[in-house]
Nanobody, 128 residues
Framework: QVQLVESGGGLVQTGGSLRLSCAAS???????????VGWFRQAPGKEREFVAA????????YYADSVKGRFTISRDNAKNTGYLQMNSLKPEDTAVYYC??????????????????WGKGTLVTVSS
């Protein structure tokens, strides 16, 4: 079955950087480059929120206002992997970060529960 595995999370100081990866496996029928990739996060006691999304070939990307200019989403279709480069991290970026795939960019950006595939998340902790 399809699996999305996030990695790269950890503990970092304010102002530091992390690069998250989302590796997809088990895709059948449609290849990775037919899916939009999204990143979401959920902080303790808060709802899951949209962070960033990227289109199928990587030509267009979208960001939440809170991360614009600090985070960069990218993808390597040859490796079936999406990335989230996070710079200038702040304590309020602390959360579990999830990646998601869907054939619809609109659905990915919405963060709907019926997105095709979700990863299990990776924890990012930013210390002050």
């Amino acid at each position: 079955q399809v699996q999305l595995v996030e990695s790269g999370g950890g503990l970092v100081q304010t102002g530091g950087s992390l690069r998250l990866s989302c590796a997809a496996s088990g895709l059948t029928g449609l290849t990775f480059n037919r899916y939009a990739v999204g990143w979401f996060r959920q902080a303790p006691g808060k709802e899951r929120e949209f962070v960033a999304a990227i289109t199928w070939a990587g030509g267009n990307s979208y960001y939440a206002d809170s991360v614009k200019g600090r985070f960069t989403i990218s993808r390597d279709n040859a490796k079936n992997t999406g990335y989230l480069q996070m710079n200038s991290l702040k304590p309020e970026d602390t959360a579990v970060y999830y990646c998601a795939l869907d054939t619809s960019l609109v659905v990915v950006k919405s963060g709907r529960a019926d997105i095709d595939y979700w990863g299990k998340g990776t924890l990012v902790t930013v210390s002050s």
